[in-house]
């Protein structure tokens, strides 16, 4: 069964910090790169960030610098620390296999919202 559960959202102020985390269970995930994606309202999903399962990174210009993507891939969970957000990061953020392929037979999961605001 595919699965994908995201969680650590929430309210972060401009410079602020937040964890997400996402488990992804099913054997599309395994061995496979992964990447977080954000929707912000009324704009179209975008890739953020993606890594390998040898733990090669890759990050939006937006992000760079200040995101940072990580896996456990025994525990089949990725993360992505938020760090110095700004309100223009505000979206719900989605992880996804990053094989457009694979990410279409998986489906998307609930996501989880980031609001980043005084």
């Known amino acids: 069964q595919v699965q994908l559960v995201e969680s650590g959202g929430g309210l972060a102020q401009p410079g602020g910090s937040l964890r997400l985390s996402c488990a992804a269970s099913?054997?599309?995930?395994?061995?496979?790169?992964m990447g977080w994606y954000r929707q912000a309202p009324g704009k179209e999903r975008e890739w953020v960030a993606s890594?390998?399962?040898?733990?090669?990174?890759n990050y939006a210009d937006s992000v760079k610098g200040r995101f940072t993507i990580s896996g456990d891939n025994a525990q089949n969970m990725v993360y992505l620390q938020l760090d110095n957000l700004k309100p223009e990061d505000t979206a719900v953020y989605y992880c996804?296999?990053?094989?457009?392929?694979?990410?279409?037979?998986?489906?998307w999961g609930q996501g989880t919202q980031v609001t980043v605001s005084l």
């Open positions: 099913g054997s599309i995930f395994r061995g496979n790169t």
């Open positions: 996804n296999v990053a094989n457009s392929i694979l990410r279409a037979r998986a489906g």
């Open positions: 890594i390998t399962s040898g733990g090669r990174t």
